[in-house]
């Protein structure tokens, strides 16, 4: 089973606009940290923001926002205000916090956004 | 503050030929991790390595790959003979505490790597 699920393999979104990228994980793991990676044209992968599974917020990083609904086991990215800039593939991942590998991240298949002037 | 730096950045090879992938951590991380992106596809993990310590190589094929992260020098990652189905991006990144569950994985900007 696939653990973390995108599944919109790409958006359009016009210029100020906000976007919702779509993610889902799997994992019987009660401890557990999510990440939002961009990368863009140029292929370097771009930190953007975490949300931990015992956290009681969304996390939020300036225009990003993370909705985190832990019982639907999603992890939502929303960038308000999209600026051309934002154009990129956007990666969900995951790392599960107990047992062998906890140091590893599981990517999703990434979401292509396109930002439209 | 560099960060995580990667060279060759384009690396063309013919089949059967070695290629040799380069990776100096970001400065004071002692952790490296190697992953791999196909076309379309995220990044799988390859290998995570310490200085001079392979820690989990589970990720990586059997055959032809190695890494090393000697105690002096960039990480390697050596790919003997390759084929064709090895052409892909591969992505360096390193951390300075494996481990803690919000500990981001600071990466570098890939080597990619064509067989002809």
């Not at chain 1, 992968?45 to 926002?65: C, H, K, P, V, W």
């Not at chain 2, 040799?20 to 970001?26: A, F, G, N, T």
């Not at chain 2, 791999?36 to 990044?43: A, F, K, S, T, V």
């Amino acid at each position: 089973a696939q653990k973390i699920t995108q599944t919109q393999p790409g958006m359009f979104v016009q210029e100020k606009e906000a976007v919702t990228l779509d993610c889902t994980y799997d994992t019987s793991d009660p401890s557990y940290g999510l990440f939002w990676y961009k990368q863009p044209s140029s292929g370097e992968m771009i930190f953007l923001i975490y949300q931990g599974s015992y956290d009681q917020q969304n996390a939020t990083e300036g225009r990003y926002s993370l909705n985190f609904q832990k019982a639907r086991k999603s992890a939502n990215l929303v960038i308000s205000a999209s600026q051309l800039g934002d154009s990129a593939m956007y990666f969900c991942a995951m790392r599960e916090g107990s047992g062998a590998g906890s140091y590893q991240l599981t990517f999703g298949k990434g979401t292509k956004l396109s930002v439209i002037p | 503050n560099a960060g995580v730096m990667q060279n060759p950045r384009h690396l063309v090879r013919r089949r059967g030929q070695e290629a040799r992938l380069r990776c100096s951590p970001v400065k004071g991380h002692s952790h490296v991790y190697w992953y791999r992106q196909l076309p379309e596809e995220g990044l799988k993990f390859m290998v995570y390595l310490q200085k001079e310590n392979i820690i989990d190589e589970s990720g990586m094929p059997k055959e032809r790959f190695s890494a090393e992260f000697p105690k002096e020098g960039p990480s390697i990652l050596r790919i003997q003979q390759v084929v064709r189905g090895d052409s892909a991006a591969y992505f360096c990144a390193s951390n300075g505490l494996a481990g803690g569950l919000q500990e981001k994985l600071f990466f570098g900007s890939g080597t990619q790597l064509s067989v002809l």
